[in-house]
């Protein structure tokens, strides 16, 4: 059960700095979803949005991470 309460704590701590980060996003000098490499098909009545290195880096973010959590 202790483990279970200090994964708990660290997924809130997780989300938290998830939330901070998109309130702070509009500050940061490199918008997500804007990247070079983000495609954006602008049609007549329609927008169609595919953030690729966005993706990429976030992807590439996650595995890292669970790589350190995974070496612990």
Same mark, same amino acid.
């Given at each position: 059960?202790?483990? &279970?309460?200090?994964? &708990?704590?660290?997924?809130?701590?997780?989300?938290?700095?998830?939330?901070?980060?998109?309130?702070?996003?509009?500050?940061?000098?490199?918008?997500?979803?804007?990247?070079?490499?983000?495609?954006?098909?602008?049609?007549?009545?329609?927008?169609?949005?595919?953030?690729?290195?966005?993706?990429?880096?976030?992807?590439?973010?996650?595995?890292?991470?669970?790589?350190?959590?995974?070496?612990?």
């Amino acid at each position: 059960m202790p483990q &279970l309460g200090k994964t &708990l704590i660290f997924a809130g701590l997780a989300l938290a700095a998830l939330g901070l980060l998109l309130v702070l996003a509009d500050r940061l000098p490199i918008k997500p979803g804007q990247l070079p490499g983000d495609f954006t098909w602008r049609g007549k009545n329609t927008v169609v949005s595919f953030p690729l290195m966005t993706c990429l880096i976030l992807s590439i973010l996650g595995s890292l991470l669970l790589w350190l959590f995974q070496r612990r």
